[in-house]
């Protein structure tokens, strides 16, 4: 079998252009390693709308020097608000400016390809070496490292490989026997411009996020405020009678009938041709397999209730880079000289709770704003009884990224109420 490009293996190879990938490969070259990426499809790009950067990321990004054009990019919000769906009223809000001086960085939305082009252009200035019409098929360990395996029979090897491919991750079956797990909702996207929405009685400063009975509908601006996005989520109910095709446009429709004026007025503007069926993966505790690595959604793949699956994945490879940079002073003259076992063992020791407690308390946030009947009557009551400036819920989530498990910080208690622990408890460790 025919090795290409063994005339310049590189020190590390990642597997998967997205948002994770990239985002690795610029911390793994910022530390000093030689990294190629090989991608799937013949050009790189995203696709999506918005995206919610919080400032766990934020602060990553400064560090890498691209937060000032992220900022020229997106939008800071002045406030997070949460709003019942079907009367409209508001039932709880972060105040964002509060929030920037709380943690040090700022909260930022942005059009998810925009994110995705800062850190390609910043992939290539690096001189990362970006390859597509890679389609990696296989992984495996290789003596002195490890290699992946293309659709046209060729090979690449490096000293480590970083699996970024995604939710239907090839590698993750060298870690783990399981599947991606359905939750029944159903996701529509559209990013407009703001002109469409001027009279629909939408913020142009803030997050809003209408929560309801098996739905919700989430608004804010993008790009300066020229364009407006949307996100709208319903639980499909021919995915929970196991039909096959789920999600359809009549069920949008459907599902947000009974919803607030706000609400209603944007629902005809989403885009019908095409629709995310929302899945996760079960927390898993091992992402490691000799020098094979997973990241980003091949190893914790969300839920997106907390805004944290791109974040996730850029913290997972700003800690390995890190990591990476901390041994500069050890390292030997034989290739990159990283002691890549240490590396992979620091970053699996910090990596996977963290991550594990995102998945389950996404689970839990999603099911909170679902609620009905009595149940939604009495989540709104706490919500509405809660301080603005009470950050409990977020501290453990917006701090310093840990890169030592002594440095995560404490689980956030618990909601005072029944109806979530119906549900499941809130707590990052799943109640138990």
């Not at 490989?161 to 529509?188: K, T």
Request: glycine share 10%; charged share 25%; proline share 5%.
């Amino acid at each position: 079998m025919a090795r290409s490009r063994a005339e310049s293996r590189p020190d590390a190879l990642v597997v998967g252009g997205g948002i994770g990938g990239l985002s690795a490969a610029l911390a793994l070259t910022r530390a000093g390693v030689r990294v190629r990426l090989l991608e799937s499809c013949a050009e790189f790009g995203e696709v999506g709308a918005g995206l919610q950067i919080a400032p766990n990321c934020t602060r990553i990004l400064d560090q890498y020097g691209l937060l000032e054009e992220v900022l020229g990019l997106g939008v800071k919000p002045h406030g997070m608000v949460m709003r019942d769906a079907l009367e409209g009223h508001e039932l709880t809000r972060l105040d964002l400016g509060d929030l920037e001086r709380r943690y040090g960085f700022p909260y930022v939305v942005i059009h998810r390809s925009d994110l995705h082009a800062t850190l390609l252009r910043a992939c290539r200035g690096a001189g990362v070496d970006l390859l597509n019409d890679r389609e990696v098929v296989a992984y495996e360990n290789a003596e002195d490292g490890a290699r992946v395996t293309l659709v046209d029979g060729t090979t690449e090897e490096a000293e480590v490989v970083l699996a970024a491919d995604g939710l239907h991750s090839v590698a993750r079956s060298l870690i783990a026997d399981d599947e991606p797990v359905s939750s029944a909702y159903v996701a529509y996207r559209a990013a407009v411009p703001f002109e469409h929405v001027r009279n629909h009685d939408v913020s142009e400063t803030e997050v809003v996020v209408y929560v309801g009975p098996r739905c919700h509908f989430v608004q804010y601006p993008l790009r300066g405020g020229e364009m407006f996005n949307q996100v709208a989520v319903f639980e499909s109910p021919s995915a929970l009678t196991g039909k096959e095709d789920w999600g359809t446009p009549d069920e949008l429709d459907s599902a947000f009938a009974a919803t607030c004026p706000q609400v209603r007025r944007g629902v005809p503007l989403m885009w019908r041709h095409r629709w995310w069926r929302m899945f996760d993966r079960d927390p898993i505790m091992h992402w490691v397999h000799g020098r094979v690595a997973l990241l980003g959604d091949a190893a914790h793949a969300p839920l997106q209730y907390l805004a944290q699956g791109a974040v996730m994945a850029i913290e997972d490879g700003w800690v390995l880079g890190e990591h990476v940079r901390r041994q500069a002073a050890q390292r030997t003259a034989d290739g990159s000289g990283v002691d890549w076992d240490a590396a992979l063992r620091a970053y699996e020791a910090v990596r996977p709770e963290h991550c594990r407690r995102v998945v389950l308390t996404a689970r839990a946030w999603g099911e909170l704003w679902h609620l009905d009947g009595q149940a939604r009557a009495e989540r709104n009551a706490v919500l509405l009884a809660r301080d603005t400036y009470d950050y409990s819920y977020v501290d453990w989530l917006y701090g310093p990224t840990a890169l030592l498990p002594d440095e995560e910080p404490a689980a956030f208690p618990r909601a005072p109420f029944d109806a979530a622990a119906q549900a499941r408890s809130l707590a990052p460790d799943g109640g138990t």
